[in-house]
């Protein structure tokens, strides 16, 4: 039985109006789904100021993280909100794993969650393989970025940390500048900050900006000049060299030129805009390093915050799965 949430955090927001054992992307989630969660990442957030940094609210579950792909911030994050929330954790990665001799996603998440795994954090190069897996286990799935398609509890952690240092997400405009036609991280952006009502621009190359991206909802402009005065926040995404198959613009020099936050830009901004990116950074292209570590720069508050956000979306998927599938010693 899951213990009540007074045994886990102070001010933890009722659960019950979360009822999904996965969350495979933000594009499927209402407003109020978004808000549960970042609430409660914020009643989550008070336990990492303190001595003891763990609450029992996941004591006798286990969580897999099952990485495919690289990450330092997304795998190391949910393995640190898993402990903290007396979770047992078990790492996966592909070269270690049998997917190496030819195995399938779907036959080695099957044996995990035949090994009792409630929970699987999946990062993985195809999108829509959370889905896949979402729709044929019983485990909790947990998207940590699937292809191109979506990051949701990077988008999560973004939206926190604007709603913590400003005050609000509604009525912002957001500005998301580089390679957006790769970015999952600015899929799921897109989602939540339109769901939330923030205005959003997308800037970039028109290789890697589209117009057809306009039919989400979004502004798209390749002139970054045109939104430096304007934006109450820049995120400032990595070029996917991993993803892109050609060249998609002449060279990175160019694309710095263009589109890089220089500091002769960063002094164009608002005094009150905030300077975001979801790591890793390719210092002195999309953004200078001067910038990166400046104090308007929010990136490494970012990373704090997915701590919090992530078990947040640990703590309400696993709730909402014991009440779908009760253990069978119960009543
Ligand atoms: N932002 C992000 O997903 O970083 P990692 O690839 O290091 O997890």
Redesign the pocket.
Known sequence: MSPSPSTTAHSLPPAGAWTRKDLVGIENLSPQEITLLLDTAAAFKEVGTREIKKVPALRGKTLVNFFV????????SFELAAFRLSADVVNISASGSSLSKGETLKDTAKNLEALHADMIVL?HSSAGASQFLAERLQSSIIN??DGAHE?PT?ALLDTFTIREKLGRIQGLHVAIVGDILFSR?ARSNIHALLKLGARVTLVGPSTLVPRTFEKLGVTVTHDLQSVLAEADVFNLLRIQHERQRKEYFPSLGEYTALFGLTKARAEQLKPSALIMH???INRGVEIDSDIADSSRSVILDQVTNGLAVRMAVLYLCSTAAHHKHPSPSQP
């Open positions: 792909e690289a990450s330092t911030r997304t795998r190391t990062r940590a970025g990051h990077q991280v979801p790591g890793p």
